[in-house]
């Protein structure tokens, strides 16, 4: 049996550790940029589900896959097998097929540096202290603005210096962007700090870059940075619509990534009635026992 001092030591050390990592983790959240949060209604929208299915499979499968994803389980969010045969199945595939992507790997790093991702369960993985990997997936993709220095001519706001451009700009249209950033100017010798700079780095609607740097002369500003977007421009879609858009998109990819999550929720209130039931029976059970030996 433990001493109570090497329990004591125990707890002690499991709390210490709880703490300092709660530490680390609200620090490298608090790096990241503010996320938007994601409709969470859509999730029970069978219309807005499959509207985002078609998305998925019309924009995102070109390039990237999700293969633990089979097209037959869109009968999940109430389509037909004859529905996703039509209008979601192409080049000769199967519906118990698993959604692969066309693109080989070697064309993917030649053209994006990188080969995509999978996105079976990507609405889990970029889950955070900031928020759902939901919320994050949903301001990232309404988040792209020109930028006429990278290789794709589109930056992310939410993803610097992503290698994805911008699949969707024809709904969203070009969105330019003001970053400005406050930095201290330091010796190059000795390192000290005398004054601070202020950086204004602006990115029209076309992607044009314009950077302007001026010395800072009054006012106690902090260091740091401060990205703004400027409106979509050009889109088939208002801002409005393309939020829809987007919205369903990630409801479906939310969906796909936890595919069994509303029979599981259903399942787990009739375990928990039924538990509140045994425990409602072995409580009056007990007292009938116990009331004849007194």
Known sequence: MKSPVFIRRLVATLAAA???????????AGEGAALDRFPVDKLSNLPSLQDGARTFVNYCLNCHSASMMRYNRLRDVGLTEAQITGNLLFTGKKVGDLMQTAMRPNDAKEWFGAQPPDLSVIARARSSAEGSGADWLYTYLRSYYR??????GWNNAVFPDVAMPHALWEWQGSRGATIEEIKAVKDAKTGDAHGLTRTIVTFDNAGNRLEKTEKIESGHPHEGAKLTLTPAVGGSMNQAAYDEKVANLVGYLAYMSDPSAKTRLRLGVWVLMFLGLLVFLTWWLNREYWKDIK
């Open 147 to 152: 930028d006429s220095t990278r290789a794709t």
């Open 18 to 28: 709880v703490a300092l990592g709660a530490g680390v983790h609200g620090q490298a």
